[in-house]
């Protein structure tokens, strides 16, 4: 998984992420975004446009919101 999407999109679900996304990997859930782990290129796009700073590379997400890594993971696991 290249980028996760955190805890501030909670609720936000603002959408400059999707419609950025050159391989439409983003999807909206009912609490949040998700992005696809196994269509995700690593470009960076939606990270630059989340106006809450909602979304992280996988290996800088941060300590307190690890959680989302696998969070993300069971949402297309479980699609």
Do not use: L, S, W
Not at 6 to 21: L, N
Not at 33 to 53: H, K, N, S
Request: hydrophobic share 35%.
């Amino acid at each position: 998984m290249a980028f996760v999407i955190t805890h501030a999109c909670e609720g936000e679900k603002a959408g400059e992420c999707i419609e950025t996304c050159p391989v439409d990997c983003i999807v909206e859930g009912e609490k949040q975004m998700y992005i696809d782990p196994d269509v995700c290129i690593d470009c960076g796009a939606c990270e630059a446009v989340c106006p809450v700073e909602a979304i992280y590379p996988e290996d800088e997400v941060p300590e307190d919101q690890q959680q989302y890594i696998q969070i993300n993971r069971d949402f297309f696991k479980n699609r």
